[in-house]
């Protein structure tokens, strides 16, 4: 089944532990399911969105030996509107997971 | 002859040349361009055929037009330094505000202004402010419904306490059909007009009672009261400029020295402006009408005299605090009047959404 997730908070989280070039943010979140019907370049704007509101920083790296790339990371902005959208998701986790019955789940959240 | 990633990457940056500033439009198509050739040199290993991964790239990647859509999308996120919907609610609000104006000075409580040029402005203030639901929907390529929904839901609701403490209506012993009102803040202006109109209404019955008195009995125009039979004397007293020919259906008849019941029921405005006599050349046609339009007349009169005497008893309330919550006649209209709108923002939103979806057209790019 296809499920739309908060895209904005799936690529914060993609750029969590490295800076990406935008073909593999996309290629991830694709792989997660977690785009829905979104096209892999409807995911762009998004990107776009986040640097234009000083959550992403992003340059071109031409230095690769392939063709030029977009490297996209989290500025310390960034990185507190993650912690931002992670305390929600396991608020909200916490809360369904609770009334759904799904305890392993929700242990595993709180453990996070 | 150009593959199918150079002629997508074209397309994306004709749809988007004329919609976006020249160095966001680079990095957006040099994107897609980077973004589709490692898709499709990901894709060779798999497919072996260089065109055919590349197509699947495309696919993958979506329609020039769909991800246009999403560009513009987020280029429109602001428009003046606001939110489209904001600009999208406040140009329905001004809508809102104006027509009901519009129609509040034209048809009820503010009947005093008339047919003026505040009317017309207003109106036209009105139609040009839906430029800016229609504005917003397209800066935005998607439909502004939820703000449009709210801020008419809003009005409505909000217009009741509002038009409970701004005007003033009959509410005690209110006849049907009579819904005439006085503003709370014309009260100097309005309460002597409205202590005028009760005046004019009583001196009315007396001489309506007495026009059916007398040509009840009368057989000859000798026997009926000097008053009756001079038009411009009834005129003067009662303040209207003449009494024109009495009008039965469809037969035009002729002016002249029988003052007449009015066919049309008796009618009086909260601004003085009365209707109640016309008048006849013929005496035969003068008794009939007394005789058969004459009592329902002076019903009219005593529903208008009922219906002003309360607006003037609440009038004095008001003048101690009264408000009139409690009177669903007086924001009914306004209510239903502002909610009757929405499906017409509803419709200019839709309409505004569909003529803004990019089509893929280069207009007239020049290419040096």
């Not at chain 2, 966001?24 to 260089?50: C, G, K, N, Q, W």
């Not at chain 2, 428009?79 to 609610?89: D, E, F, S, V």
């Not at chain 2, 309005?190 to 001489?207: E, G, K, M, T, W």
Request: with cysteine; hydrophobic share 45%.
């Amino acid at each position: 089944m296809a499920f739309r997730g908060d895209i904005k908070a799936m690529v914060l989280g993609t750029l969590q532990a490295e800076p990406l070039h935008g073909y593999e943010i996309v290629r991830r979140i694709r792989e997660s399911g977690g785009a829905g019907r979104l096209s892999e370049g409807q995911i762009y704007p998004y990107l776009h969105e986040l640097e234009e509101d000083g959550f992403l920083t992003a340059e071109w790296k031409t230095d690769t030996g392939a063709a030029p790339r977009r490297v996209y990371q989290l500025t310390p902005n960034g990185r507190a509107e993650l912690a931002r959208h992670q305390e929600t998701w396991r608020k909200f986790v916490s809360g369904v997971g609770s009334v759904l019955g799904g305890e392993m789940m929700v242990k595993e959240v709180r453990n996070a | 002859m150009r593959d199918p990633i150079a002629r997508y990457v074209s397309d994306l940056d004709a749809i988007l040349h004329f919609e976006l500033p020249e160095d966001r439009l680079e990095s957006i198509v040099m994107e897609a361009e980077s973004h589709l050739r490692e898709s499709a040199s990901r894709r060779v290993a798999e497919v072996t055929d260089p065109i055919r991964a590349q197509t699947e790239a495309i696919d993958a990647y979506g329609s020039p037009q769909r991800v246009a859509v999403g560009h513009l999308r987020r280029a429109g996120r602001k428009m003046w330094g606001l939110h489209p919907g904001y600009w999208a609610a406040l140009g329905a609000l001004v809508s809102i505000a104006c027509w009901n104006f519009h129609w509040l000075t034209l048809d009820r409580y503010f009947d005093n202004f008339g047919n003026t040029w505040q009317n017309g402005l207003a109106g036209l203030i009105g139609l040009a402010a839906l430029t800016l639901p229609i504005k917003a929907a397209r800066r935005r390529f998607r439909s502004n419904w939820s703000a449009l929904i709210l801020v008419t839901v809003g009005a409505a609701a909000l217009s009741i306490p509002l038009t409970a403490f701004w005007m003033i209506p009959s509410t005690d012993s209110r006849p049907r059909g009579f819904a005439q009102g006085i503003s709370r803040f014309h009260l100097k202006r309005d309460l002597p007009a409205v202590q005028s109109n009760i005046a004019d209404i009583r001196a009315y019955q007396d001489l309506v009672r007495q026009g059916i008195r007398s040509y009840a009995t009368a057989t000859t125009e000798r026997q009926i009261p000097g008053l009756l039979m001079d038009p411009s004397q009834v005129a003067r007293r009662f303040g209207v400029d003449h009494l024109g020919p009495a009008l039965v259906g469809t037969t035009i008849t002729h002016a002249g020295k029988f003052v007449v019941p009015r066919e049309y029921g008796a009618f009086a405005m909260v601004d003085g402006r009365t209707w109640v006599f016309e008048s006849s050349d013929r005496f035969e046609f003068a008794k009939k009408q007394w005789a058969t339009v004459g009592p329902s007349d002076l019903r009219n009169l005593d529903y208008l005299l009922l219906g002003f005497q309360s607006i003037e008893r609440n009038a004095l309330e008001a003048k101690h605090g009264r408000l009139f919550f409690f009177c669903p006649d007086l924001y009914t209209e306004t209510v239903i009047g502002t909610l009757i709108l929405l499906p017409l923002f509803l419709a200019i939103d839709a309409l505004a959404v569909l003529s803004a979806r990019p089509r893929g057209q280069r207009r007239g790019r020049v290419v040096a």
